[in-house]
């Protein structure tokens, strides 16, 4: 008798619930306040019209609380792992190893999304080093490649500087390249205070040193080992080469411009003396003149040479180096010979012409007087008087 009072006990105390005597649980099937033992999880359950819920140490239903929450989750097996999540599209188990450690979170599938209305940051040592903005770019101090194609972009873009092989900035250049007082390298130097780009160039302690002027005027300079400039091209012509030789089809100048080969000009200034080992011309200018030296003008032929010897006079020589054998002056002429058709020496001697008197010599060979000689004279060594060609025949004068 106590024992059936005992159950109807229990009977009045499960059909203190609400549900209706209708409803079920599944997995496996029974009704509303049945219970039964879990024999998988050691645990006794009790059907709430819905689901089997674990009873507590107390016989009362534990957590009943907190499972309505869950009641849109499907599992396909009983819930046995470290941690419970959604892959996008099902609710499963899985255990925390691997999923995430001390310094790191794993998304355990291919793509994450964190913080998607603000920045992605990164953190080491509790310090952010760099962050991902919304735009899907890495801001960070900096990036160590392994690889020469690390980065590979169609363009690029660097608002400040550029060093490669130089870890210490360098004001106002937007590209150092090594570079330094024994290290071969270029610079390219932004324009400064002074409206100064200059492109600078190391090889080991030499340095060339090109740039734009201040002034922008479309100036070029190149700098050689030191602040003095070498080299410079202008747009207005005020071109120079400041110091040492230049060689035009020569790499060995030994003059201040050497040129081998033909020079073309349209005029020529000289404001000193001009030296030179011959001259040549093409008939409007000196020509086929070689061979001059000290005070000398020389023809090009070996028989006329023309010196002036500074005293005033117009020397003539007839090879380099002899003494002048005439001469034109200012005052005077001296010519010791004449050889021509109608001058010689076998018509008038060396020594008949002077200042003073006129020598006419007996003629060393017979002379015929014709119409072509009228008017000659000469002179009879044998009789020892003058004679006159009357177009027919010698006349003694006298």
Request: with cysteine.
């Amino acid at each position: 008798m106590k024992r059936m009072l005992r159950f109807l006990s229990l009977i009045v105390v499960l059909s203190g619930f609400t549900t209706s005597v209708w409803a079920a649980c599944s997995s496996p099937s029974g009704t509303t306040a049945e219970i039964i033992y879990n024999a998988d999880y050691g645990v006794m359950q009790f059907c709430n019209g819905t689901l089997w819920v674990s009873l507590g140490n107390n016989d009362v239903g534990g957590g009943v609380s907190t499972l309505p929450a869950l009641t849109d989750v499907t599992l396909s097996s009983p819930a046995s792992g470290d941690l419970l999540y959604y892959n996008g599209s099902a609710w499963i188990n899985q255990a925390s190893s691997g999923l995430f450690s001390a310094d790191s979170i794993t998304s355990g599938t291919t793509s994450v999304t964190a913080n998607t209305t603000g920045y992605i940051s990164l953190t080491t040592g509790g310090a952010t080093t760099g962050y991902f903005d919304t735009a899907g770019r890495l801001i960070a101090p900096g990036i160590s490649l392994t690889s020469m194609y690390g980065i590979s972009s169609s363009n690029a873009y660097i608002s400040n500087q550029l060093n490669i092989r130089n870890v210490v900035p360098v004001a106002d250049y937007g590209l150092v390249v090594g570079g330094s007082s024994t290290e071969d390298g270029i610079t390219i130097r932004l324009e400064d205070s002074a409206s100064n780009d200059a492109i600078t160039t190391y090889a080991g302690t030499n340095l060339t040193h090109q740039l734009f002027t201040s002034t922008n005027d479309g100036v070029y300079k190149i700098y050689s080992e030191g602040s003095v400039d070498k080299i410079q091209l202008h747009s207005a012509g005020l071109s120079y080469f400041n110091g040492g030789n230049v060689g035009i089809g020569t790499v060995t100048p030994d003059a201040s411009l050497t040129v081998v080969g033909l020079v073309s000009a349209t005029g020529v200034s000289v404001s000193g003396i001009v030296t030179a080992t011959y001259f040549e011309g093409d008939g409007s200018r000196l020509t086929g003149i070689a061979g001059g030296d000290a005070d000398r003008i020389v023809s090009g032929t070996t028989s006329a040479i023309i010196t002036n010897e500074g005293t005033g006079y117009i020397s003539l020589t007839t090879t380099a180096g002899a003494a002048a054998w005439g001469y034109l002056g200012s005052s005077a002429t001296y010519l010791p010979n004449l050889n021509s058709n109608l001058v010689s020496s076998t018509r008038v001697s060396a020594t008949t012409i002077s200042a003073s008197i006129v020598q006419i010599a007996s003629p060393t060979s017979t002379v015929t007087c014709s119409s072509s000689t009228a008017g000659a004279l000469k002179y009879n060594s044998t009789g020892s008087y003058m004679e006159m060609c009357n177009g027919t025949s010698w006349q003694p004068m006298g």
